[in-house]
């Protein structure tokens, strides 16, 4: 606290992301990032763009990665995408320009914890809608007044996905209200769970965010991007343009828009993660833990018999990372990040010895 503060910073409680140590030979499985690498198209349409060209602006609309990312999605033009510094950045500008402050912003109890934080920022009231006893999401206990719908699909930190007709469902229901869907995950979700964009042009209080950082593993270039019918994305513009006119610098642009057209590599990386996943959830399970169902590239498991929080600190012993919060019903689970073969054998090896050693 300083004198100097703000009110509104001194009302701030801001989000606490996992950690990244400058430690080498980590086992880092607790901030879901990818495994695999960026593509190599990606990384040499970076170092293609490093010249003289970064004397000037980038392009203030991200144009070619809009066209891009709209040429992915049947049905969807380039006015009808937003790009941001990472999704993040997105999130926020569309509580700012999307949520109705005069009714409480609805979203689960369990979910992405930077909501409640975009909503003291903005003075934006929230409601939680506690999950089931299972973690899953009951559309039906949205039925209540609101000012906007947010949900993480798949969620976080559960890894469980709702179906596209249950996001119908609340869609039809809502139709005075934004529906923003955050699919950070969504790329490692499997039929029939899939990605809620498909409704974009039914639907026109629907938002879908998405992220460069996780399926196209370039979480460090911070690119991000929304999908939606026009008067949602000229809102998002809006608030960009009174905020910052060039959020994606010449790499990003350059490097997301390469990315994308990397299909075979996007492919590959992201089936070895799914079958990693399934892997380490068998391996999990045998070790004693109760493993949700995932659709996202973290399990959430919880131990029959083991703290959660001393399960987290054994294995930081050893040097894996995992991530554990310390919040009402979830603070006996563990996220894990589906890292490489090599990476889930060492969190297994580990595990095996915390749990032997007690
Ligand atoms: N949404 C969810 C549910 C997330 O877990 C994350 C990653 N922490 C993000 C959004 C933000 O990702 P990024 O800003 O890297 O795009």
Redesign the pocket.
């Known amino acids: 606290m300083s004198p100097y503060w703000s009110e509104v910073v001194r009302a701030l409680t801001p989000y606490v ?2 950690e990244q140590p400058r430690l080498p030979n980590l086992v880092k499985l607790n ?2 990032e990818n495994p695999y690498g960026p593509s190599p198209q990606a990384l040499a349409a970076i170092e293609r763009e490093i010249g003289d060209g970064l004397r000037l602006y980038p392009d203030p609309q991200g144009m070619p990665l809009r066209e891009a990312i709209a040429a992915g999605h049947g049905g969807i033009s380039p006015q009808e995408v937003f790009v941001g ?7 926020g500008f569309a509580f700012l320009a999307l949520l109705k402050q005069a009714l409480p912003v609805l979203f689960a109890d369990i ?2 914890s ?1 909501y409640p934080v975009y909503c003291r920022l903005y003075g934006i009231e929230h409601r939680l809608v506690p999950l089931r006893d299972d973690f899953s999401l009951a559309v039906e206990d949205y039925r209540q007044p609101n000012g906007g719908i947010v949900l ?1 699909n ?4 559960t890894g469980r996905m709702l179906h596209l007709e249950e996001i119908e469902t609340l869609l039809t229901d809502h139709p005075d209200s934004v529906v923003l869907v ?1 699919e ?2 969504v790329d490692f979700a499997q039929p029939p769970y899939a990605s809620a964009a498909v409704l974009v042009p039914r639907h026109p209080n629907l938002l879908v ?6 399926s196209r593993s370039l ?1 460090g270039l ?3 991007f929304a999908i939606g019918q026009r008067p949602l994305i000229e809102a998002l513009e809006r608030v960009k343009d009174s905020f910052n006119s060039y959020p994606l610098d010449r790499l990003a642009l350059a490097g997301a828009t390469a990315a994308l057209a990397d299909r075979d590599w996007f492919e590959r990386t992201r089936q070895a993660v799914i079958a990693s996943r399934t892997q380490l959830s068998r391996q999990l399970a045998a070790l004693g833990f109760e493993v949700l169902p995932s659709q996202a590239n973290f399990v959430f498991a919880r131990h029959a018999e083991r703290d959660a929080g001393e399960l987290a600190t054994a294995l930081r012993a050893r040097a894996v990372l995992v991530r554990h919060f310390r919040a009402p019903r979830i603070d006996q689970f563990l996220r894990i990040t589906v890292g490489n073969e090599a990476q889930c054998q060492a969190l297994i090896a580990a595990l095996g010895e915390c749990l032997g050693a007690h």
């Open positions: 992301p996992g901030t879901n510094n990472g999704s993040d950045e997105v999130l979910t992405y930077f993480a798949p969620n976080a930190p955050d950070a995950y965010v998405q992220t460069f950082s996780k979480a911070r690119v991000g």
